[in-house]
């Protein structure tokens, strides 16, 4: 498995060799700008390393893992929906 092949081009993610290196956005992005990536894309990246390993290798655990994966990603676009309705996506307000 090739590490570059499943992570796509995004700030603050790349690969050397085997190991993957991030850099986490750091501050509100409408206040500093884009400086690292969001942490949903560590869980993108996370998912999509698993479903390469289920389909080498399928399993329950896998498939739960998949889920449950794709289950916080959800729920994490849920919240950022929800600020962005309330006007306060981007900024450090609650």
């Known amino acids: 498995m090739n590490l570059q092949e499943i992570i796509e081009e995004k700030v603050g993610l790349t690969v050397e060799k085997a190991t993957l290196i991030f850099q986490i956005q750091n501050e509100p992005i409408k206040e500093v700008g884009v400086n690292g990536c969001q ?9 999509k390393l698993i479903q390469t390993f289920n389909k080498k ?3 329950r655990e896998n498939s739960l893992s ?8 959800m729920w994490q676009e849920k919240r950022t929906q929800d600020r962005i309705e309330r006007e306060v996506e981007g900024f450090n307000k609650i």
């Open 66 to 73: 998949i889920t449950k994966i794709q289950e916080a990603l």
């Open 39 to 47: 942490i949903e894309e560590l869980g993108k990246v996370w998912l």
């Open 57 to 59: 290798f399928p399993c």
